[in-house]
């Protein structure tokens, strides 16, 4: 084998990865825009092809149907927006900042941002529309969401504790639902500093020194 003939199919390697790549994108990116506008049940395959570009034997080679397709674009917008809280935490600790309560809202004021950046997505995921074991898989990560959230308030692990953390996050995942409503930004903005100001009132802990 040459080094020409080395370097060849590494290249060619590279080369198929980017094309998949972009055609698991582009089939996203439609399906992203059918689901919007149709909702789960209403939304065809056909009618994502069409908007794709590409065929029905490349979406179900991608993802395996619509079902699958539906939960691809949830699993996304879900670890975008913890993607954007955790970065958001991260760099106000970098900064110097150590209140868990502080932390907490910054993270809440990211994963908000977001859910006005993507409100498109963030309205149809709070809809009841959507694929068998889509329930289930939303609950499994909100006791996911809880339990970070419950190591980032640094709270106990008893009931008050317990029920305290629900209520917190359950002010941002409202938010969330009102803000994929809102007309405008400005609006979403009042919504988020609403959502923040109960948090802070509710935040009855304290925060550490």
Do not use: C
């Not at 209140?99 to 009841?128: D, Y």
């Amino acid at each position: 084998m040459t080094a020409n003939e080395a370097g060849a199919a590494p290249a060619r390697g590279a080369w198929k990865w980017s094309r998949t790549a972009e055609t698991r994108r582009v089939i996203l990116d439609a399906a992203r825009d059918v689901f919007a506008e149709a909702g789960f049940a209403d939304a065809s395959v056909a009618r994502v092809v069409e908007k794709a570009g590409s065929s029905v034997g490349s979406l179900y080679h991608h993802f395996g149907g619509k079902a699958e397709l539906f939960l691809a674009l949830w699993e996304e917008w879900q670890s975008s927006q913890e993607h954007r809280a955790a970065s958001a935490v991260t760099a106000a600790r970098q900064a110097g900042e150590t209140r868990p309560l502080a932390l907490f809202v910054t993270g809440a004021r990211a994963f908000l941002a977001g859910s006005w950046e993507g409100r498109e997505l963030a309205a149809l995921f709070v809809e009841k529309d959507g694929p068998p074991g889509f329930e289930l898989m939303r609950r499994s990560r909100g006791h996911m969401w809880l339990r970070q959230n419950s190591l980032l308030l640094e709270i106990d692990d008893d009931p008050i504790g317990r029920v305290t953390v629900a209520v917190l996050t359950t002010i941002i995942g409202e938010a969330g639902r009102e803000i994929g409503t809102s007309r405008s930004r400005a609006e979403a903005e009042e919504i988020t500093d609403a959502a923040v100001e109960m948090i802070e009132r509710l935040a009855v802990f304290g925060e550490h020194a």
